[in-house]
């Protein structure tokens, strides 16, 4: 049973560029959740998502983030016009979506870096 | 708006001797209560969790946590530390009265278990 996927590991790009994250959560799970977590910090909550829906984008940079959760297919993280401050390592989680009290199923990141 | 504070950000013990991480939370509601563990390049493992019912839950590897409501805490402990307990450790509450599945994560605490 696989668990979450995130794709890619390392992810390099230029100031300026766009970088693409994915991931594929767990079999089953409808819930998708999005952090980022700096160096030395916690983790801090971007956006939660359902099949086809922004439930709760509260954590998420207004510009140039976006996130998204169709209904075939990975979520996917898109940051446009990347920046220096935007080198960190984003994790995705899923959970079932019922039940309130499940925790979360992380993937192991994926690692951005702006140069 | 749930909030989660780990005022160590590092503990450091011995092996063979007890362990404890603090947490303390805010919630406007009754919280969900989670403990989940960060290796190194890797995204985070569930270890435990509160609901309700007993305050002294049991998790993986040893790993134990008690919720104190009147002083809104959940501290991690584990009665005899390993050395391979040295990873990094996250608390984070969700807000049942909001019926919403957002996740806020602490700072986290780094364990170091000395041999």
């Known amino acids: 049973n696989a668990g979450v996927m995130q794709n890619p590991r390392h992810l390099v790009r230029r100031r300026g560029q766009e970088a693409r994250l994915r991931c594929s959560p767990m079999?089953?799970?409808?819930?998708v959740y999005w952090y980022r977590q700096l160096p030395e910090e916690g983790l801090k909550f971007m956006v939660y998502?359902?099949?086809?829906?922004?439930?709760?984008e509260s954590g998420m940079p207004k510009e140039r983030f976006s996130a998204e959760f169709p209904k075939e297919g990975p979520s996917i993280l898109r940051i446009q016009q990347v920046v220096r401050g935007d080198s960190a390592a984003y994790f995705c989680?899923?959970?079932?979506?019922?039940?309130?009290?499940?925790?979360?199923?992380f993937g192991n990141g994926t690692r951005l870096t702006v140069t | 708006a749930q909030s989660v504070a780990q005022p160590e950000d590092q503990v450091n013990v011995a092996e063979g001797n007890p362990l404890t991480v603090k947490c303390t939370y805010s919630?406007?509601?009754?919280?969900?209560l989670f403990w989940y563990v960060q290796y190194p390049n890797r995204g985070l493992q569930f270890l435990l969790k509160?609901?309700?019912?007993?305050?002294l839950v049991k998790g993986s590897y040893g790993f134990e946590a008690e919720f104190n409501k009147s002083q809104t805490s959940f501290h991690l402990k584990k009665p005899s530390a390993l050395v391979s307990d040295s990873a990094l450790y996250f608390c984070?509450?969700?807000?049942?009265?909001?019926?919403?599945?957002?996740?806020?994560f602490g700072a986290g605490t780094r364990l170091f278990v000395k041999a």
């Open positions: 919630v406007s509601g009754n919280p969900y």
């Open positions: 079999k089953g799970h409808s819930h």
């Open positions: 989680a899923s959970s079932p979506g019922q039940g309130e009290n499940s925790p979360l199923h």
């Open positions: 984070a509450v969700r807000d049942a009265n909001t019926g919403g599945f957002k996740t806020i």
């Open positions: 509160y609901i309700t019912g007993d305050n």
């Open positions: 998502l359902q099949k086809e829906n922004i439930i709760d």
